[in-house]
Nanobody, 115 residues
Framework: QVQLVESGGGLVQSGGSLRLSCAAS????????MGWYRQGRGMQRELVAI???????NYADAVLGRFTISRDNPKNTVYLQMNSLKPEDTAVYYC?????????WGQGTQVTVSS
């Protein structure tokens, strides 16, 4: 069984920074994709950034140049460094692990950016 535990959300002023972390535990194979999605109030869940075990990344256009995703493979942990935050970044951020085509999700962590 796979579990994802997120941390690092909170309240920050516009222009500020936050760092999210997500630790995966359980039966995790080395070849996988980890990432972050977010869901604003009344919005659909959307991709923020993903990173493969080999290090290749993909970002949503809205966060490109402001957010950086990284991972520590021995620790099965993925990070999201968020800089220059904007009010429109306010959302619940969910950690995702895609393992052999199956998606696992964290419980979500709230990020609120005040103007």
């Amino acid at each position: 069984q796979v579990q994802l535990v997120e941390s690092g959300g909170g309240l920050v002023q516009s222009g500020g920074s936050l760092r999210l972390s997500c630790a995966a535990s359980g039966s995790i194979f080395s070849n996988n994709v980890m990432g972050w999605y977010r869901q604003g109030r009344g919005m659909q869940r959307e991709l923020v950034a993903i990173i493969a075990s080999g290090g290749s990344t993909n970002y949503a256009d809205a966060v490109l140049g402001r957010f950086t995703i990284s991972r520590d493979n021995p620790k099965n942990t993925v990070y999201l460094q968020m800089n220059s935050l904007k009010p429109e970044d306010t959302a619940v951020y969910y950690c995702n692990l895609n393992l052999r085509g199956y998606d696992y999700w964290g419980q979500g962590t709230q990020v609120t950016v005040s103007s």
